[in-house]
């Protein structure tokens, strides 16, 4: 096809000095206020506006990153390696919980396009679920996958923490999936009727291609919640091994290895940049290849 | 090839007689199908001097040869008494269609045409099953409406093109191929055809939003032509077009139907193009929409010569009288606004 590719590689390398440009522009911002901000913060009318720029709250950006080479007490491995292993681990709770909120989020979805009931009655739920604080949910997930065992082999702590990613990420699955399916002018709807084609064709050739320009946005959303679902899931089901429970632990070294904590929270991020890289890499790897008509 | 009106009866005197359905003879009539079935099959392109059939009989005795299924009796469509209201018992309750007796014989090419609102769309719709009739029976080729399109017994082009926009060119016309399950091999082989005969080849490989609006339309007609059905309802195909695509798709669609003995039914605004095209043009008047008058052409064989011929003027002259002189006082304007736009220069 004469009109695929052209302009995907300078696209991309657009997008990649995008990345870049912003990763400097937030390491300048960071430098840039250590050097001008009051070390003591900004406080107007006793309220602190602006944070404190000492070195204790924020430490140089060289600083943070040479805390990933040196070990994490006085002896041991090197932080960096800690960080990355709870990152892993973590990881697969993300992954798990992020796989599983696609399925159910896209069933829901097409469950509700089919069944005005479903959706009217289900919806309001769906809604509501995500207003549920996590805080309380978390143990309560808990406590019921201690009775569950996946065939002869017991539930393990990050399976609830998977649970949790799901709960928060597949709310924006359903709801932007079923946006999608509902998306069709009534025009094309009544050509595939004109066709006598039934539900399921109907929602092969038309309703699932219309729905991708709103799938992926969901699944960027849905990416981050699982991320964010499975960190607070992990601090607040008391999990090991993880980057939530590294964040509480470095947190508590706060006052004397100030540098520690961003290096954990470093980690947490790079989880996010990982679920959104495979997000963009399924949507190159699905999307039709597009013409590099600008509109 | 003679471009002569071969079998056109009406001497000039007598254009404005309002003539029964065609009178041509049958085997006369079935010789100049295959005359011009062969024209069509040689060249794609139209020619601008041929002759295109026309005629109930003629072109009924090639349906039932060109299929090769046994002749069936019915009329390709047929309404009784068919009304449609929209919102039935609420505030903004329309009665779209009342009383509408209508008959489409296989084979025949009808147009229905009138002001804008008075439900030609919905009339379309009906036959399609898209919308059920809130009374009447509407019956296509012998079934239901309902067994009908379930038997994928017409094609159908809206009002706007409704392409996937996801989808090239190439894969919109393929679309309905692909749901009756024909190998790619062929798909690809008659959206090609069928994108050569609207002009469209070289936008096989674009996407919609591609293309001028006029570009759609006539994706979306040959998407329609491509599975070849035996009845064709098209809302204004044509609305969109410059008047030379227009006259050329026209004449393209007419070969077409004469060829494959396909029944129409043809929305359009178009007074001289309703005359051109049909065998009888169907008048309608606005709120409710009703059948003003029915008009039947009697034109015989279309060729260069009768866009100007006195028989097509009269046709036009007798149609826009149907329009103008619809009862409801509320139709005339857009009846006479119509006739003005659509009068030949
Ligand atoms: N889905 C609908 N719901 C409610 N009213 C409708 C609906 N579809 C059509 N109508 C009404 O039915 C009437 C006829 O509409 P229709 O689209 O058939 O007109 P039309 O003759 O095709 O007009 P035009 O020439 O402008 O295309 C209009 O008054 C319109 O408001
Ligand atoms: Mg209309």
């Known amino acids: ?295 | 090839m003679e471009t002569g009106a071969v079998t056109d009866p009406a001497p000039a005197g007598a254009v404005t007689d309002r003539a029964p359905d065609a009178v041509t003879d049958p085997a006369e009539g079935e010789a100049v199908v295959d005359r011009a079935a062969e024209a069509v099959i040689d060249r794609v392109m139209p020619s601008t001097g041929g002759v295109i059939p026309k005629g109930r009989a003629g072109r009924a005795a090639s349906a039932s040869t060109a299929s090769g299924r046994p002749v069936e009796p019915g009329p390709a469509v047929e309404l009784a008494g068919v009304a449609k209201v929209f919102n039935a018992g609420r505030p903004d309750e329309v009665t779209a269609l009342d009383g509408v007796d209508l008959t489409v014989g296989r084979g025949e090419f009808v147009s229905l045409i009138g002001p804008s609102g008075c439900g030609k769309s919905t009339l379309l719709r009906l036959v399609a099953d898209l919308v059920p009739p809130t009374g009447g029976t509407v019956r296509v080729a012998d079934r239901s409406a309902r067994q009908a399109r379930r038997d994928l017994a017409y094609g159908i082009a809206f009002q706007q093109a409704g392409l996937l926009d996801w989808r090239t060119v190439a894969r919109n016309v393929e679309l309905p191929l692909e749901l009756r399950g024909l190998s790619r091999r062929d798909r690809q082989g008659k959206a090609r055809e069928m994108l050569e005969l609207v002009g469209l080849a070289d936008f096989a490989g674009h996407y919609p939003d591609q293309l001028s609006g006029g570009m759609q339309q006539r994706v979306a007609i040959a998407r329609a032509l491509a599975v070849d059905p035996p009845l064709l309802l098209m809302d204004e195909p044509f609305g969109a077009l410059d008047e030379m695509t227009r006259e050329r798709l026209q004449d393209e669609l007419l070969r077409i139907c004469a060829r494959k003995g396909t029944s129409a039914l043809f929305v359009t605004h178009s007074i001289p193009e309703a005359v051109y095209l049909s065998d009888r043009v169907v008048v309608m008047s606005a709120r409710p929409g009703r059948i003003v008058e029915i008009v039947g052409v009697e034109l015989g064989e279309r060729t260069e010569a009768t866009r100007q011929s006195a028989a097509f003027f009269a046709g036009i002259t007798r149609v826009r009288e149907a329009l103008r002189g619809t009862p409801a006082r509320s139709a005339p304007p857009a009846g006479a606004d119509q006739a003005a736009a659509g009068a030949p220069a």
Do not use: C, N
Request: glycine share 12%.
């Open chain 1, 1 to 295: 096809m004469p009109t695929s590719g052209r302009g995907g590689w300078r696209g991309r390398g657009r997008v990649a000095a995008g990345t870049l440009g912003a990763t400097l522009l937030g390491v300048l911002l960071w430098e840039g206020y250590k050097a001008v901000g009051d070390p003591d913060g900004t406080m107007l009318f006793g309220v602190r506006l602006l944070p404190r720029a000492d070195d204790a709250a924020m430490p140089h950006v060289a600083e943070i990153l040479g805390r990933f080479a040196d070990p994490e007490l006085a002896g041991g491995e090197p932080v960096g390696m800690v960080v990355l292993r709870a990152a892993a681990f973590t990881l697969r709770g993300v992954a798990v919980g992020f796989a599983v909120a696609v399925l159910v989020g896209a069933l829901l979805a097409v469950l509700m396009q089919r069944f005005r009931v479903a959706e009217r009655g289900l919806l309001p739920y769906v809604v509501l679920s995500q207003t549920v604080p996590l805080i309380a949910l978390a143990p309560v997930i808990a406590g019921w996958g201690g009775q569950f065992s996946i065939g002869s082999r017991p539930w393990q702590p990050w399976m609830s923490v998977a649970v949790i990613a799901t709960y928060l990420a597949f709310f924006p699955i359903a709801v932007g999936l079923l946006r999608g399916l509902q998306s069709p002018a009534p025009i094309a709807e009544e050509l595939m009727r004109s066709y006598a084609a039934g539900w399921w064709r109907t929602l092969v050739k038309l309703r699932l291609p219309a729905a991708r320009p709103y799938l992926f946005p969901a699944l960027r959303l849905a990416g981050a919640a699982a991320v964010v679902g499975a960190v607070v899931g992990e601090i607040s089901t008391g999990t090991r091994g993880g980057i939530g429970r590294l964040v509480v632990e470095y947190a508590r070294e706060a006052t004397t290895d100030p540098a520690k904590v961003y290096t954990a929270l470093l980690g947490a991020a790079l989880l996010g940049l990982v679920v959104a890289g495979a997000v963009g890499l399924a949507e190159l790897l699905l999307s039709p290849r597009r013409r590099a008509s600008t509109r």
